[in-house]
């Protein structure tokens, strides 16, 4: 079974939906590439899918290992490169509690960094991942 199926419907714009659910997902081209920028890019999606991968593993850890990471969040910011036009960098900053002991932070920290997109991407394209403890 497939991933996902998509079509074009025009002027730019996709529309992807997962098989397994049916949720979907509409992607533009963005402004500054001809498009609408009225949804997601292609390249947004990478880098909020790896902003969405390294949470996601965090919290399977959180869980197993009894951690609270109530309120966390992330923002990330794609930049792009020219020669070819590719994603040459994604910035990843967390927001988590201040309450982390020296040691969950550690765990949490290692389990970001080594979800499956984060070991996807091509190595060039620069990740840089801060973590913050101010919740």
Same mark, same amino acid.
């Given at each position: 079974?497939?991933?996902?199926? @998509?079509?074009?419907?025009?002027? #730019?714009?996709?529309?992807?939906?997962?098989? $397994?659910?049916?949720?979907?997902?509409? !992607?533009? @081209?963005?402004?500054?590439?001809?498009?609408?920028?009225?949804?997601?890019?292609?390249?947004?999606?990478?880098? $909020? &899918?790896?902003?969405?991968?390294?949470?996601?593993?965090?919290?399977? *850890? @959180?869980?197993?290992?009894?951690? %609270?990471?109530?309120?966390?969040?992330? %923002?990330? !910011?794609?930049?792009?490169?020219?020669?070819?036009?590719?994603?040459?960098?994604?910035?990843?900053?967390?927001?988590?509690?201040?309450?982390?002991?020296?040691?969950?932070?550690?765990?949490?920290?290692?389990? $970001?960094? !080594?979800?499956? *997109? &984060? #070991?996807?991407? %091509?190595?060039?394209?620069?990740?840089? *991942?801060?973590?913050?403890?101010?919740?």
């Amino acid at each position: 079974m497939s991933t996902a199926t @998509a079509r074009y419907s025009g002027q #730019l714009r996709t529309e992807a939906t997962h098989t $397994a659910s049916g949720n979907c997902i509409v !992607t533009d @081209a963005p402004v500054d590439n001809h498009g609408r920028g009225e949804a997601f890019s292609p390249t947004d999606l990478v880098s $909020a &899918a790896l902003g969405s991968c390294m949470m996601t593993i965090m919290g399977i *850890v @959180a869980e197993r290992s009894q951690i %609270n990471l109530a309120g966390t969040t992330f %923002n990330v !910011t794609k930049h792009m490169v020219a020669d070819p036009r590719r994603i040459g960098q994604i910035d990843v900053h967390f927001q988590l509690p201040a309450a982390l002991s020296p040691k969950e932070r550690t765990i949490l920290e290692n389990a $970001a960094r !080594t979800c499956p *997109v &984060a #070991l996807s991407l %091509n190595p060039e394209i620069r990740q840089e *991942v801060q973590f913050n403890y101010s919740l």
